[in-house]
């Protein structure tokens, strides 16, 4: 099975090109090649190379910066992706693809599921909320792997941003009241391989009982207080973690204040999911 990878030098995007290795002979492209911001260059890569699966975790990911780049945030997170499946739905092809927990408003203290109703509250998850279902409407077999808190030690990201920090500095503040479940990027690499590795070998039938959307994130909940007070201790650095409310540190964009997501669905059909501590302290190692 030929299988298009994109955005491969991405932090999920890299670990993708190792796990996907068993799955079949895969062709990793990142921006240089195929640019999710040029609609005409993602069609022309998807004809050119004539996949059997196409593997999307590129993404426009500045939560912030999508505040004031709407346009171009769509077009990379929607726009794109429906392009793909266009494509896909010519060429008989699966697809899988990557949205986010911020597609909730996170107003409700409890873990939501696929099917609970949606309302995202800044651009970025309205965008990828838009991709979701762009990918739908097209009718092709697919898998949309929602994720959460996305870390890794590649790119930039909120492990690599305070572990910075902790060096530099004797105290840091962060905020507290936010809810949800820091996710490592290989945990979802490793996660996408092996229900692969089954849909593989169910063919056709197995994408018509299976193709829809999926939560994927770590299991256990945390804030962005106790993730950091977590990383600095597997590093065994000294710095202070202090908590802060969300009004303390305002940002451009709104976030989730309880985006915990149950990955109930993903775990009974297909395969384990680690504690988000127990995959910090692997990444870590």
């Known amino acids: ?6 955005g491969s030098t991405g932090q999920v995007g890299y670990e993708l090109a190792r796990s996907l290795q068993g799955v079949g002979e895969v062709v990793a492209v990142d921006r240089n090649v195929m640019d999710l911001s040029n609609l005409d260059q993602v069609r022309e890569v998807i004809r050119s190379v004539k996949p059997q699966l196409i593997v999307n975790p590129a993404a426009y990911t500045a939560v912030d910066k999508a505040e004031s780049e709407p346009e171009l945030a769509f077009r990379i997170n929607a726009e794109a992706p429906g392009v793909m499946a266009e494509e896909a739905k010519a060429l008989g092809a699966a697809l899988v693809h990557y949205s986010t927990d911020y597609v909730f408003d996170g107003s409700q203290p409890s873990a939501r599921v696929e099917d609970d109703a949606v309302g995202p509250l800044n651009v970025y998850g309205a965008s990828k909320l838009a991709g979701e ?39 840091l503040k962060v905020v507290a009241d936010q809810h949800g479940a820091p996710t490592w990027s290989r945990t979802i690499a490793d996660t996408t391989a092996q229900v692969l590795s089954q849909a593989h070998a169910g063919g056709r039938e197995w994408w018509v009982q299976n193709s829809g959307i999926y939560h994927l994130s770590a299991q256990g909940q945390t804030t962005w207080h ?25 940002t451009p ?27 910090l302290h692997l990444c870590m190692r």
């Open 253 to 279: 964009a709104r976030r989730p204040t309880y985006s915990v997501m149950s990955s109930e669905r993903l775990t009974t059909r297909f395969c384990h999911l680690p504690d988000w501590k127990e995959a």
């Open 133 to 171: 279902q762009a990918i739908a409407a097209a009718g092709i077999p697919h898998l949309i792997f929602r994720t959460s808190w996305v870390y890794g030690m590649r790119g930039k990201n909120f492990l690599l941003t305070m572990l910075r920090l902790a060096k530099e500095r004797d105290e």
């Open 226 to 250: 106790e993730f950091t007070q977590a990383i600095v201790e597997e590093a065994g650095l000294q710095c202070k973690v202090l908590p802060i409310t969300t009004a303390d540190y305002p």
């Open 1 to 6: 099975m030929k299988v298009l990878l994109t």
